[in-house]
């Protein structure tokens, strides 16, 4: 199978490993790539065509389609959160047109099958919640990078109806894993702040909204969710979630760190009252299992744990 992933970053090269590790034919496509980054969650020796070129560049995604022979389009690029405010054309330009290139890229191409990358953001987390979110729960949270997360995968959908394209979404809780966050991650570049300040021994002091959602998932068991899939077919549901299932306050996900990272110094500089609480509920998972065989092998703290072992051996302690 050969797959042009678009976007280099956390969740493309964690699927990119993933998809190697079973024989597929892997390329990139990115406007600005990190090669040692790529390198060192892909792997040195790893075998991967990187194409130099920006999404919202159609006649370019098109070259890279076609060098690629792709089979499978996998979608990841995008601005994230509150870059996509402060940047709000651009944001909305790369996540929506993105979008379009992306699935006009697939048709013109004859691509087998596109995977959108989408985010719990997309839900209405205003809306109160009776139990776990289904991926039937409302759309649309208001907000510029949420609400053009939600676009888009009607965009998709709309491709997938008109010209029968084979499209999966997938909506991804918050992930964590090495990562190089220039899209604009804040929940990565905490985590990651946490996690080395820990094992640095340094003091953490962080704001609570990045933690504040409570609902999150391994890269490690992204990047399988994802190759799982490209190569399922027919599944039974065309959009899941991928997460936990499990909801874990901001206090807690700290306590966890530090029970894997001794002598760690970590502490939130707002109250609990500052905002409003975390969910209560956390993201419906049965539509991935029966749909792609999918569960999470890491529970957060697990996935913290194998986490804060990497950054423990690049570091040297």
């Known amino acids: 199978m050969s797959i042009l ?22 390329a990139f496509f990115d406007a600005s790539p990190s090669e040692a980054y790529i390198r060192k969650i892909v792997g040195e020796d790893a075998r ?10 159609l006649p370019a995604l098109i070259r890279a389609v076609q060098e690629a022979r792709a089979e499978v389009l996998v979608h990841t690029v995008s601005l994230i959160g509150a870059k996509v405010e402060a940047q709000t054309y651009t944001g909305l330009t790369v996540n929506l047109m993105g979008a379009v290139h992306a699935a006009e890229a697939a048709r013109l191409c004859g691509v087998r099958r596109l995977i959108y990358i989408s985010t719990l953001g997309a839900y209405d987390w205003s809306r109160p919640l009776t139990g776990p979110v289904t991926e039937e729960f409302p759309l649309g949270p208001g907000r510029f990078y949420g609400n053009s997360k939600a676009a888009a995968e009607l965009i998709f959908q709309a491709y997938h109806q008109h010209y029968g394209l084979d499209l999966r979404i997938l909506r991804l809780a918050g992930v964590f894993g090495r990562g190089i966050y220039v899209a604009g991650s804040a929940l990565g570049e905490t985590i990651h702040a946490l996690v080395t300040g820990a094992l640095q021994k ?10 504040r959602q ?10 399988r969710a994802i190759d799982l899939a490209c190569t399922v077919d027919e599944p039974r549901h065309r959009v899941m979630n991928i997460a936990t299932g499990e909801v874990v306050r901001p206090e807690e996900f700290l306590g966890m760190i530090a029970r894997h990272a001794p002598g760690a110094s970590l502490a939130i500089k707002e109250p609990p ?14 539509r991935a299992k029966e749909a792609l065989g999918f569960e ?13 072992r990497e950054v423990r051996e690049e570091l040297g302690r």
Do not use: M, N
């Open 5 to 26: 992933i678009t976007g280099a970053g956390l969740v493309g090269c964690h699927f990119a490993r993933a998809a190697l590790k079973r024989g597929a034919t892997v």
């Open 296 to 308: 999470a092998e890491y529970s957060v703290e697990q996935g913290l744990a194998d986490y804060i």
């Open 48 to 57: 991967v065509v990187l194409h130099r070129g920006d999404i919202r560049d």
């Open 273 to 286: 009252e500052a905002l409003p609480p975390p969910p209560a509920h956390g993201l419906a998972t049965a």
């Open 214 to 223: 409570s609902l999150y998932v391994y890269a490690k068991d992204v990047g």
């Open 202 to 211: 340094r003091p953490v002091t962080i704001p609570r909204a990045p933690l």
